[in-house]
């Protein structure tokens, strides 16, 4: 109907011709923008797999991972199934810092593989672990991403030795211990 309009010698059909091939343009754009289309559903998903959280600022947003409430025991491991990405927050050198000191976002797959089971092999400590009255303030909270899920938070006390993950308390594996010093800094 565009090509019509603009064959005739009417300029008025020239102008609505042109109205609607901008139209036509601009809608396009539109819906390239908004994600519509097969390609961009691909992409989409693509660009959602590998999606990482963000560390806050500061460890206190993160205080009621801190207390690691008893487990009842059974408790998944700490990265079940296939997370997506991972961010390592580390948090302050001493008691009265709980800065952000650095991060490290895993997005890469074999890192992400080597990150979880290296906390995999961390063991639950149902009833939580005795004896750790205060921690030096060297800490780490590890972000867990997953397709389409909520993010999995881990808080990790170097001091105390312990992953705490919801309601579940686990002591971690050396590995765990030295992978998180090793790509973060040591504390």
Same mark, same amino acid.
């Given at each position: 109907?565009?090509?019509?309009?603009?064959? =005739?010698?009417?300029?008025?059909?020239?102008?609505?011709?042109?109205?609607?091939?901008?139209?036509?343009?601009?809608?396009?754009?539109?819906?390239?923008?908004?994600?519509?289309?097969?390609?961009?559903?691909?992409?989409?998903?693509?660009?959602?797999?590998?999606?990482?959280?963000?560390?806050?600022?500061?460890?206190?947003?993160?205080?009621?991972?801190?207390?690691?409430?008893?487990?009842?025991?059974?408790?998944?491991?700490?990265?079940?199934?296939?997370?997506?990405?991972?961010?390592?927050?580390?948090?302050?050198?001493?008691?009265?810092?709980?800065?952000?000191?650095?991060?490290?976002?895993?997005?890469?797959?074999?890192?992400?593989?080597?990150?979880?089971?290296?906390?995999? =092999?961390?063991? =639950?400590?149902?009833?939580?672990?005795?004896?750790?009255?205060?921690?030096?303030?060297?800490?780490?909270?590890?972000?867990?991403?997953?397709?389409?899920?909520?993010?999995?938070?881990?808080?990790?006390?170097?001091?105390? =030795?312990?992953?705490?993950?919801?309601?579940?308390?686990?002591?971690?594996?050396?590995?765990?211990?030295?992978?998180?010093?090793?790509?973060?800094?040591?504390?």
């Amino acid at each position: 109907m565009i090509s019509w309009l603009a064959r =005739e010698n009417n300029p008025s059909g020239r102008r609505v011709a042109g109205w609607c091939g901008m139209y036509v343009a601009v809608a396009a754009a539109v819906l390239a923008v908004a994600g519509c289309g097969a390609a961009s559903a691909a992409a989409a998903a693509s660009a959602a797999s590998v999606r990482a959280p963000v560390c806050a600022s500061n460890e206190n947003a993160y205080l009621p991972l801190k207390a690691g409430s008893p487990a009842s025991g059974g408790a998944q491991p700490v990265v079940p199934g296939r997370p997506a990405a991972a961010v390592i927050c580390r948090y302050g050198d001493n008691v009265s810092d709980t800065r952000l000191a650095s991060s490290l976002k895993v997005t890469d797959k074999s890192r992400l593989a080597q990150l979880q089971s290296a906390l995999n =092999e961390s063991w =639950e400590t149902p009833g939580g672990i005795p004896g750790c009255g205060q921690s030096d303030g060297k800490s780490a909270v590890i972000l867990i991403a997953y397709p389409g899920q909520a993010d999995r938070v881990a808080f990790f006390d170097r001091w105390c =030795e312990r992953i705490t993950v919801g309601s579940a308390t686990y002591t971690p594996s050396v590995k765990a211990l030295d992978l998180v010093a090793s790509w973060t800094g040591k504390w």
